[in-house]
């Protein structure tokens, strides 16, 4: 987009619009224990739900691809292609429904807050940008409060002070999630942005709709779950995206980016009011911290 195109209608609408991107986003994790439930009273199995709703993806990419006549990708394209896919369309959606069969919504989301700034280390290391040592002091101390938190909450539920697995499976969510989101960057100038998203999950397809089929539930699901599966297709997976990418590019990208701050307190919300989860003080406490560390770590990453 050109900076005259710039205006002060646009940087609002793209204020406004990533603020709906941040919000389709935060219903993830509620969406996904949803979908998944839990150990106890489990739902849909996390792996149906990770090819599942990247093949519903999927298929709407493949419509939008057709319905744009947007060009093949080139031979140079794919490989950041494919590790996005990976990251993004796997990795992160795989890993995160196994952790919340486990821990409920508000605990992944004080943990996946360490996100935008595995983002920013990640493309430091892979996009050669320049990250100075305050950053890495911020990534470090972000990590340390993540463990602390995940310690006291096995500590208060009776654990003892011992890391919950689910905490690993969360740790790699955000590396996923990383990878995916900096590979995926990679190839934006070239194809478009929302182009990207598309090309991601109608790639994926020959491997995740095989696999969803064969994951498909045997028994019956309730209709919650399902509920969950698909807002995680058509709207985490697929037209959030479009939201997001479109927001960045009406408004100015470093205001925009930093409405994503508030994802980890809506997402605390939000499993409040569809799971009925508690709004726990020690929580709210963390994730406020963890949103601090990340909004000064990343003005520590040369642009």
Known sequence: MNTSDRSPRNE??????????????ALTLPATR???????AP??????????????????????????????????????????????????PLLLGYALRSVNAGHAAVITALLPLATAAVAARVLHQRARLEFWLCAVLGSVLAMVFSLLRAHAQGGGFGFAWADGLLAGAVIAGAVGY??????????????VICWVCALALPFTLPSALLLWPARPVP???????VYLGVVSMWAGFFAWYRALALGNALR?????????????????LLLGEAIEPLTLIFAASMVTIVMIGRRWVAR
């Open 43 to 92: 739902a849909l199995s996390p792996g149906f739900v990770t090819f599942g709703r990247a093949a519903l993806a999927g298929l709407l990419s493949v419509v939008f691809l057709l319905a744009t006549r947007s060009p093949w990708p080139r031979r140079a394209h794919l490989k950041p292609l494919a590790l996005a896919l990976l990251g993004n369309a796997i990795g992160y």
């Open 256 to 272: 925009v980016s930093q409405i994503q701050l508030l994802q980890p307190f809506l997402s605390i919300i939000a499993a409040a």
């Open 223 to 229: 209709v919650p779950a399902w509920c969950g599966f």
């Open 34 to 40: 949803l979908a998944t439930g839990t150990q106890d």
């Open 12 to 25: 609002t609408l793209g204020l406004w619009l990533g603020v709906l991107g941040t919000f389709c986003f």
């Open 182 to 195: 900096v590979y995926g960057a990679q190839v934006t100038p070239a194809l478009g942005a929302e182009r």
